[in-house]
Every structure is written in structure tokens, then in C-alpha cells.
């Protein structure tokens, strides 16, 4: 079975904090994402990667940053936390290679910003 | 991109009633996932059906890709099928991130 964690179900930080949101799968995929879901808006893809080392900004990258320094963890970065940034955050991750791209989700971090 | 629409928005059944939901989308696509997602947030996979037919127990699913939608039955609900239903749709190779329609509260009442 594919697996997908997060560091934290539940988080509360205060506006200007940096924070981390780290995310591994355990299915050697190449693919992973980050997005955040709100209500009325839906889930909005923040950065993906699909590779070590490779980012590439999604529909609403502002105030976020990423890092893949290995291939099992994809690490979401707000730099300066503010209160617009309260939302709930999913990882997910897909092979490139195998033919078939299905995603596999995480169980999701929902972040508070005080 | 790409746009996804899922209708109806809302739905309140009887448990043990039947129920479709619908996806159109507005491009060609390589993939198209169905999700639930619990109470808890989590999102879990129904199905992967970029085109044909499949089924999982009292759920199937149906897309076809030629006309650019794809339908969710779900047979004799339970309680428990109560949540959210996405359908998020794909590019395919060297486009693979989703696009995800605005979901279908899904109610049943006891």
C-alpha cells in the first residue's frame, strides 16, 4: 500500500513564524505536490516537484517556498507566517514513470496562524 | 487549464438509495481520479479511470474521455458513504498535476 505522512495533523503558529510542513511517501515516487484546500475554493496546487532537487510553482506559489533534498520528502516552507495562510494543507505524490499517474494523498496538516 | 465541474453540488438521499454523480471536464485528459474525503480531511482514492469502466464493491465509475465527462454510482448507500466526492482530472506525462473540481457534499440520512 502506497503510504503518504505528515509531520502534524494539527498546527497553531503565530503571524511571522516560519514553518515547516514535511510530508514522505514510501513508494519511491518521483511526483509529489503540495496544496492547500479552503472552503468555497476548493484544493489549489501550491508548488509540485519531479525530482530531487526540482521545483515548479503551481497556481498559488506567493509565501510558500519547497525543498526536495531526497526523494521520499517534499518539505513546504512559509517563510513568514500570516493569518491568510490558516488553511489545510495536502501532500500527495504519483509516479512518473510507471505508466499510470494516479495520486495518493496524505492525511492532511491543518494549520492555524494566531 | 483545465476546467472541472461536478454537479449536483449538493445531495441528501435515504440510506439504501442509489445515487450518480457527475464530472465534465473541458480538455482531453490521461488522468481522472475519483476521491472521498472522511471527516477528517483525509482524501481516499475510489478510483483511477481515465477512460472505461470500473467497479469497487456497491461503487463504480464510468468516463468517457471522448466526450469529456465521467459519472460515480453508488449503489445502496450506507451512512458512512456520507462526505465529500472530488473528481480532479490530469494532463498526463510532463503534466501530471491535478486540477480538482469544487466536489459533491454527499448526506445520508439513516
Known amino acids: 500500500d502506497v503510504k503518504v505522512t505528515q509531520s502534524s495533523r494539527y498546527l497553531v503558529k503565530r503571524t511571522g513564524e516560519k514553518v515547516f510542513l514535511e510530508c514522505v511517501q514510501d513508494?519511491?515516487?518521483?511526483?509529489m505536490f503540495w496544496y492547500r484546500q479552503d472552503p468555497g475554493l476548493g484544493l489549489r496546487l501550491i508548488y509540485f516537484?519531479?525530482?530531487?532537487?526540482?521545483?515548479e510553482k503551481g497556481d498559488i506559489p506567493e509565501g510558500y517556498s519547497v525543498s526536495r533534498e531526497k526523494k521520499e520528502r517534499f518539505s513546504l516552507i512559509l517563510e513568514s507566517a500570516s493569518t491568510n495562510q490558516t488553511s489545510m494543507y495536502l501532500c500527495?505524490?504519483?509516479?512518473?514513470?510507471?505508466?499510470?499517474?494516479?495520486?495518493?494523498f496524505g492525511p492532511g496538516t491543518r494549520l492555524t496562524v494566531l | 487549464g483545465i476546467q472541472v465541474e461536478q454537479s449536483p453540488p449538493d445531495l441528501i438521499l435515504q440510506e439504501g438509495a442509489n445515487s450518480t454523480l457527475r464530472c465534465n471536464f473541458s480538455?482531453?485528459?490521461?488522468?481522472l481520479q475519483w476521491f472521498h474525503q472522511n471527516p477528517w480531511g483525509q482524501l481516499i482514492n475510489l478510483f483511477y479511470?481515465?477512460?472505461g469502466t470500473k467497479q469497487n464493491g456497491r461503487l463504480s465509475a464510468t468516463t468517457v474521455a471522448t466526450e469529456r465527462y465521467s459519472l460515480l454510482y453508488i449503489s445502496s448507500s450506507q451512512t458512512t458513504d456520507s462526505g465529500v466526492y472530488f473528481c480532479?482530472?490530469?494532463?498526463?506525462?510532463?503534466?501530471?498535476?491535478?486540477?480538482f473540481g469544487t466536489g459533491t457534499r454527499l448526506t445520508i440520512i439513516p
Open positions: 500527495a505524490s504519483s509516479s512518473r514513470t510507471r505508466g499510470v499517474h494516479e495520486q495518493f
Open positions: 513508494m519511491d515516487h518521483e511526483n
Open positions: 516537484s519531479y525530482d530531487v532537487k526540482m521545483k
Open positions: 480538455d482531453s485528459v490521461n488522468n
Open positions: 479511470i481515465p477512460s
Open positions: 480532479a482530472v490530469g494532463g498526463g506525462f510532463g503534466n501530471e498535476k491535478l486540477t
